[in-house]
């Protein structure tokens, strides 16, 4: 049975809908400029977009590089993206004792992919009754993300998204098996792919990751037609410059290409 609920208002089952930003939070006038950028262009193409910034990176693969302003700074600024652009907005929590206070300001919550099975985290998402977005972590297989959900169910909240971000397939590499969306629809739940994180090369780029973003387009257009609800990317207006994850972001001038192709190929019968 299908589990239907909207992210203030957007309904994730009606429409292919899309969670796009950059992958860290750059500072504030960066972020509200970006945010701004990314609701014209989803306007043009009339798609639903949330729109996500990590207020910290808990798990970058360096002890030096950039985490991001963090809990209390981060979350200042993704409510004024809330309220001065009238955006939904999600990030990610790493830590129990995050969710309260992230709940306080974000529209959904964020667990990351390497935290999938960390049911206190779970437990604490689901508690807050916003939705939960949990990325299928990397060595997990697409069925048991249903034990992940039932988790987050076990507090009373329904409102869950699955999403697949690539498995990894030997040492610093990742493949997505298109198979794992309809898998994970199986749970009657919304299931987004996470096209840039699966063209990660974790750790790759001495001592940062890399990518392969010439296979963004690619890999978004299959995850559509293998039925996924929702397409995440990470976007940026120089990923060269980008403070994280830069190897596999989308560049901002070729979004709105792609995001009317993505959109041509949910609407084929």
Known sequence: MSVYFDIEGIELHSHLFFILGPCVIEGEKFTLKLAEDLKKICAEVDVPFIFKASFDKANRSSLNSYRGPGLKEGLKILK????????PVISDIHEARQAEAAAEVLSALQVPAFLSRQTDLLLSAGKTGLPVNVKKGQYMAPEDMALVAEKIKSTGNSKIMLTERGTFFGYRNLVVD?????IMKETGLPVIL??????QRPTAAAGVSGGDPRFIPIIASSGVVSGADGIFMEVHPDPQQARSDGSSSLHIKNLKKLLIRLKKLYNID
């Open 80 to 87: 004024k993206v809330k309220e001065e652009l009238n955006l």
């Open 194 to 199: 996470d096209v840039t994180h699966s063209l």
């Open 178 to 182: 298109f198979r794992n969306i309809p």
